[in-house]
């Protein structure tokens, strides 16, 4: 019977998404609390936007040559016409929201996070997939190296306070408008000597975007690409400038870091300043976190000229690396035996509940013993027993399951016997 419901395609998670059950959401929860804390103590407020944006905030912020706008985007056409796509990535919708709301005019510090699903139709495999999870990042208007500086001080310190370590953090320059085209024109020539030698797909980004062909996954083209022309030789002193501030503050953080000059990250919208943090112990699907600087994609929206800059760090592979693996909170498992009981049952839930104990009483029908049974399975801390005896006494049980100890009493005398830290 559960093999052939198993079989049936409708009862199978969509491909390239996953449940995530009790047992194991107690560590997402752990995590998601503990980043929204550590965010919080930087001065940043969760901004939530819709799951469903229009297709063209993505072909527009993401960037038309990105292998996300190109390949990887859930786009689809709702019931009134209008082309809609699921979120690949954040950013857009942030810039998006501060546009439409006028955030910029506030004049608070625009300093946001979110954590929530993200949609690319990737090729699902270990660390990659459909429906991924991401820890979302924003600071806009603040041009300063030191909050590059800042964003991945933080970074690091989220990572330690989460007990990751075998990481590495990567930065890079990827220059701006003015000295980019240069770069390119240099990287294309490059590419071209060795054409033959590059996948179809890179053969592709030589015309429309060169910088992308660093992000190509084929041994053979990141080979190749290792011999390609670096940026660091081509900023102009603007962004050179930039990029000596932003290694200034890590080195006062003492933040150990690399710079790699092949680093530019998949997205278009990145000037100055990008950041990857790796794991050294894997192979392809290596980067935990990655961010960079986008100070002309507000502008290009056709909002006010604000900078930005921001990471993402992916959920799942995070939680991979955590070493923080939360416990059961204590709580109480009512037995209770007869119709009396369970109307009292039901009560005394309710009030253990409201003082804020975990309580938990079912309806199964079970006799007694195997209630007991399922308490000490289910890893109760405490059972309190309601039987036709302590019924007629108004007079209850409370039975420690470590130690064995019974106590009776009056509900009130026993919700203060329970340790102050379940209440
Ligand atoms: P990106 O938005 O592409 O810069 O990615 C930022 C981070 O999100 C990566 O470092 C990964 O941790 C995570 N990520 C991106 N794509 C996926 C995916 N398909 N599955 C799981 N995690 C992902």
Same mark, same amino acid.
């Given at each position: 019977m559960s093999s052939d419901r198993a079989s049936l395609k409708e009862l199978v998670a969509v491909k390239g998404t996953h449940d995530i059950l009790p047992g194991e959401v107690e560590v997402w929860q752990t995590v998601e609390a503990a980043v929204a804390g550590m965010f919080s103590r930087y001065g940043y407020r969760e901004l939530r936007a819709p799951v469903i944006e229009h297709t063209e905030l993505f072909e527009k912020g993401t960037g038309e040559t990105t292998d996300i706008v190109q390949k990887e985007m859930y786009t689809f056409v709702d019931k009134g016409g209008r082309s809609i796509? $699921?979120?690949?990535?954040?950013t857009p919708s942030v810039a998006r929201a501060i546009v439409e709301h006028r955030l910029d005019l506030l004049g608070t510090p625009m300093r946001y996070y979110f954590i929530g699903p993200m949609f690319r139709y990737d090729k699902p495999q270990k660390g990659r997939y459909r429906q991924f999870h991401q820890i979302d990042v924003e600071v806009f208007g603040e041009k300063d190296p030191a909050i590059d500086a800042e964003i991945i001080e933080m970074a690091d310190a989220m990572l330690a306070s989460l007990g990751v370590t075998g990481t590495e953090t990567l930065v890079n320059s990827v220059g701006c408008r003015a000295c980019r085209p240069a770069f390119s024109q240099a990287l294309r020539a490059s590419a071209e000597k060795v054409r033959d030698g590059l996948c179809g797909d890179c053969r592709r980004k030589m015309e429309? &975007?060169? $910088?992308? @062909?660093?992000?190509?996954? @084929?041994e053979a083209c990141r080979e190749l690409a290792k011999g390609f022309p670096q940026i660091t030789a081509y900023l102009c002193p603007e962004c050179r400038d930039h990029f000596a501030g932003v290694r200034r503050y890590l080195d006062l953080y003492g933040l150990s870091y690399r710079v790699d000059p092949n680093l530019v990250r998949g997205l278009d919208y990145y000037t100055k300043t990008a950041f990857e943090v790796i794991r $050294?112990?894997? %192979? +392809? +699907? &290596?980067?935990v976190l990655g961010g960079g600087r986008y100070d002309d994609m507000m502008k290009d929206f056709g909002g006010p000229d604000v900078c930005g800059i921001g990471f993402a760090c992916g959920l799942e592979r995070l939680i991979a690396l955590v070493s923080v693996k939360p416990g059961l909170r204590p709580f109480v498992y009512i037995v209770h035996a007869g119709e009396a009981a369970k109307t009292k049952a039901v009560e005394l839930a309710r009030l253990f509940r409201r003082r804020g104990v975990e309580t938990l009483v079912e309806f199964a029908g079970r006799g007694f013993k195997s209630q007991f049974g399922r308490a000490a399975k289910l890893g109760a801390a405490w059972v309190l027993i309601i039987g036709e005896d302590e019924l007629a006494k108004g007079e209850f049980l409370l039975k420690?399951?470590?130690? %064995?100890t019974q106590t009776a009493g009056s509900p009130e005398s026993l919700l203060a016997a329970l340790p102050a830290r379940v209440r």
């Open positions: 796509t $699921l979120r690949p990535e954040y429309t &975007n060169p $910088l992308r @062909i660093f992000d190509c996954k @084929i $050294l112990d894997a %192979g +392809q +699907q &290596n980067a420690d399951m470590a130690t %064995g």
